[in-house]
């Protein structure tokens, strides 16, 4: 009786443990199950971080026209038909695009700075004396080739810029009352002083006789009524992979010249020989934009990549 009665016992013993057992894993099972109710879902987590993090790490779009922007830089091109002006608030912009019977015109635009113009500057009066030498068929550091006028000069290295005054035009007046309107063609180099400018015989001839040799002078910019549009040339050897450009037949000197990549404008570096350099070949053969001192720009699209071609585009700068 004594070993039934232990034997109950221990019976008992393990139903309670038994029983205590499976409440206490049914009373886990609920926290447990509480507490996946009450917290967020671990996967729906990571992705809302990974989201921001990824939106923190994307680049921000850019427009294009950021890209190389100097210098200017400014804002893109209002477009407008053939020949015509669109006035904008602070700018104004011509857009060329060529036709099969017609070369381009443009529409203009100005950035909102002030002159983007170099030494030579508008409505400024210089001092300086002007000399003479044989320009022969005229043509000069400005790689403009030879001139069918030779009322031209050049300018002294200072006020050249690195070819900045290339295709100015510049009145000179002498003590005596003479005057004559030159076109900047060439670069005087050192003993030139600067404020000097070497003229053609031809035009040296208009202030005084050639045997004077040098004389006092007093010169200006002009902004000319000239008879030709703008042309554009590329320079021999150029290709998708290396490019010179160059414009011609300027009313008012330049400033910059632009040609439009896939990441937008992208200005080009000008030379002493007044060719502008593209040295990766990016942009040779798209759409070119110039800007002159003024500020004003004008668009040029279809320009053909033809090495030493003179393409005419049909417009020209505005006359100040």
């Known amino acids: 009786m004594k070993e039934t009665r232990q034997a109950a016992r221990q019976r008992r013993r393990r139903r309670r443990l038994m029983v205590g057992s499976a409440t206490a894993l049914v009373v886990t099972g609920l926290l447990v199950c509480l507490v ?4 967020p879902d671990g996967r729906g987590t990571t992705g809302r971080n990974t989201a921001v993090a990824d939106s923190r790490g994307a680049p921000s779009p850019t427009s294009p026209g950021d890209e190389h922007s100097p210098a200017s830089p400014a804002a893109p091109s209002t477009t407008s038909s053939p020949g015509t002006r669109t006035p904008t608030p602070g700018a104004t912009s011509r857009t060329a695009s060529p036709t099969t019977s017609a070369p381009p015109s443009a529409s203009p635009s100005r950035p909102t700075t002030a002159s983007v113009a170099g030494r030579i500057r508008p409505r400024r009066t210089y001092r300086g004396v002007a000399t003479v030498y044989k320009a022969g068929v005229g043509d000069g550091a400005c790689s403009y080739g030879p001139s069918d006028d030779m009322m031209i000069a050049a300018m002294n290295t200072t006020d050249y810029e690195t070819s900045k005054a290339c295709g100015a035009y510049v009145r000179l007046n002498a003590a005596n009352g003479a005057s004559v309107t030159v076109r900047i063609t060439n670069e005087c180099p050192l003993p030139c002083a600067p404020g000097q400018l070497d003229l053609s015989e ?39 992979y290396w490019c010179g450009i160059q414009a011609l037949g300027h009313r008012n000197p330049l400033a910059r010249l632009e040609v439009r990549t896939r990441g937008g404008w992208r200005q080009l570096t000008r030379t002493g020989y007044n060719y502008f350099l593209s040295p990766d070949g990016n942009g040779c053969g798209g759409a070119i934009r110039i800007t002159d001192i003024y500020g004003e720009r004008l668009t040029f699209n279809g320009i053909a990549l033809r090495p030493q071609a003179v393409q005419p585009t049909g417009a020209q700068f505005a006359q100040h």
Do not use: C, N
Request: aromatic letters at 6%; glycine letters at 4%; charged letters at 15%.
């Open 36 to 39: 996946m109710t009450l917290q």
């Open 202 to 240: 031809q035009a040296f001839a208009k202030l005084a006789p050639i045997s004077t040799g040098r004389l006092a002078i007093t010169w200006s910019l002009l902004s000319p009524d000239v008879p030709r549009a703008i042309s554009i040339r590329y320079k021999t050897g150029s290709s998708p």
